[in-house]
């Protein structure tokens, strides 16, 4: 027994040591496992870090076009966690093409899974920040590591406007080197950052002998470098844009002359600090002359209408002279250029008082020029040893104003000619011969007011050929002491004006006469000044204003 206890004791000693030496080969093997699955658990960690802070969106799409998984990138690329765009918040926010453009890609990718496909959209971020991603999609439906659409999304903002910006800088660059202006840019310290070909005409330097050099470099053209320097000084002190003329040598088609420059300097800031300045400079000297040439056409244009207008003031009937037959009377007479159409015409001859409202075709040289034909014609026709009345007058009127203007010619095409409220006055008779075309006369007899209406056609035009022409109207009005007569131009009533921009009328007119008939006739006068500017306001006057008033 005791040998077989010995053998026994061996067997478990041996025992022992192998259950040692597999305890020992445990522990080491859980050891190692520890290791693996805190690697694993580091690695896993490491990846969700570089999927969460990762410069692009990871999708996967089922066929469906439903999302099944979101990288956690996500959240700071877009602002939602990946929760919220896996229940659909994603495209809800796209823009319609881009949605459009997102269906036409899963549609192509379905259709050929061999394909990759890129897109462009904008898309609206959870904070309502507007950006641009870039999508590429691949078909992994097959793979069994993806089963399904995947799209790789990146935030392009940034890049779409580095693109823009260099195609506006190298569209401007093209602008520039084509443009007839001068174009600088110099820092705030003269130096020179840009020079366009156009400089060499002013400088004499190659614009690219120019870059990096600074105005202190520059030799000769002091006026102009002189001119930066202070313009440099200027826009330092007031950050603002500033415009001068300069008057500079340069060359043009090979001479040098003195060219004028219209100067524009446009201070440019990088964030809120002033870096450089953009001069731009424009040969305005054709234009200048130009300018002056004009100016020196309308100064002589402007000297031969003042002289027309003297020429026309001195055959106009003087108030003066007027009053000496007319005691009570007045002329309202307002021309809306500085030459009128409409013109007062007095006359007398024998015992007769010829006195008139002419209203000549426009206003201003033109009208002016009509009137005066029409005033020597009138005197030429009144001063004759002949009884005529006041519709014959206007008859003989008529038909010397269209031999004149040669209307009465078959290829006659000038229609132009005037309206006239004619009066023929015999205070022997004590009445008044009125004919008129167009224009009226209005009567005040003991407060009742009577309105003579002038004939529906004209002085001089073109005769209707299938239409006979009938004689002017005359009217014999008897009249007595207190009794007034009033004749006007369409200037008057037809001007605008008002609470309402309407016309003055003929009605107001005539209101004005009755709501004053107690008043003396040379009242009347400031009474209808006074009261057409104010219902001409600040609008302008529309056409000549003429308005003479008689008082028996």
């Known amino acids: 027994m005791t040998i077989e206890l010995k053998e026994k004791e061996g067997e478990l000693s041996r025992n022992a040591e192998e259950t040692e030496t597999t305890r020992e080969k445990l522990q080491k093997s859980l050891e190692q496992l520890e290791s693996k699955i805190f690697e694993a658990e580091n690695a896993q960690n490491r990846l969700y870090s570089l999927l969460a802070n990762a410069s692009e969106i990871i999708f996967i799409y089922d066929e469906h076009m439903s999302i099944q998984y979101v990288s956690p990138s996500v959240a ?56 641009f991603l870039e999508s590429t999609g691949r078909n992994l439906l097959r793979d069994p590591a993806i089963c399904g659409i995947l799209l790789n999304s990146t935030d392009i903002t940034e890049r779409k406007r580095a693109e823009r910006e260099e195609r506006l800088k190298s569209k401007m660059q093209a602008l520039s080197e084509n443009s007839l202006d001068l174009i600088i840019r110099l820092s705030m310290e003269g130096q020179f950052f840009y020079a366009n070909p156009v400089v060499k005409n002013f400088i004499g330097i190659n614009p ?39 008057t500079v040598p340069g060359m043009v088609d090979g001479a040098e002359s003195e060219r004028i420059m219209r100067f524009t ?6 964030e809120t600090e002033l870096e450089t ?38 055959i106009l009937p003087d108030i003066k002279q007027v009053r000496q037959l007319l005691p009570k009377s007045f002329i309202y007479y307002k021309p809306k250029d500085v030459v009128s159409g409409d013109f007062p015409w007095f006359f007398s001859h024998a015992n007769d008082i010829y006195v008139a409202v002419v209203d000549c075709t426009g206003h201003g040289v033109p009208g002016a020029m009509l009137s005066f034909v029409g005033y020597f014609l009138l005197n030429n026709i009144v001063d004759h040893d002949r009884k005529l009345s006041a519709s014959e007058i206007c008859d003989l009127l008529h038909d010397e104003v269209r031999k004149t203007l040669k209307q009465d010619s078959q290829d006659a095409e000038a229609r132009d000619g005037m309206d006239i409220a004619f009066c023929k006055i015999s205070h022997a008779d004590k009445e008044v011969q009125y004919a008129g075309a167009h224009r009226p006369l209005y009567f005040l007899h003991d407060g009742e007011f009577t309105e003579y209406k002038g004939d529906r056609k004209a002085i001089g035009g073109i005769l209707h050929k299938k239409k006979k022409e009938e004689n002017f109207t005359n009217y014999t ?26 016309k003055y009328s003929p009605g107001r007119i005539r209101e004005m006469i009755l709501e004053n008939k107690d008043l003396p006739v040379e009242e009347y006068m400031r009474l209808f000044s006074d009261d057409f500017e104010r219902w001409r306001g600040d609008g302008k006057q529309i056409d000549d204003v003429l308005l003479i008033g008689i008082e028996f």
């Open 76 to 131: 700071n690329i877009l602002g939602y966690t990946p929760e919220e765009v896996i229940q659909g918040k994603y495209l809800d926010r796209l823009t319609r093409k881009g949605e459009e453009s997102m269906r036409s890609m899963f549609a192509e990718l379905i259709e050929e899974s061999e394909k990759t496909i890129t897109i462009q959209y904008a898309f609206m971020k959870k904070n309502g920040q507007k950006i």
């Open 265 to 270: 300097a446009i201070p440019e800031f990088n």
């Open 477 to 502: 009005i008897k009249y007595r002491n207190g009794d007034k007569i009033f004749l006007f131009s369409d200037g008057l009533p037809d001007q605008i004006g008002g609470p309402e921009g309407k």
């Open 208 to 246: 690219s002998a120019l870059i990096n050099k600074t105005l202190q470099e520059i030799n000769g053209k002091e006026k102009l470098i002189q001119y930066f320097r202070e313009t440099i000084e200027t826009v330092k002190s007031s950050p603002g844009k500033v415009s001068s003329e300069l």
């Open 277 to 314: 300045i953009l001069f731009v400079g424009h040969d305005i000297t054709e234009a200048k002359q130009t300018e002056l040439e004009i100016q020196d056409k309308n100064r002589k244009i402007e000297d031969s209408i003042n002289y027309a207008r003297r020429i026309q003031s001195s």
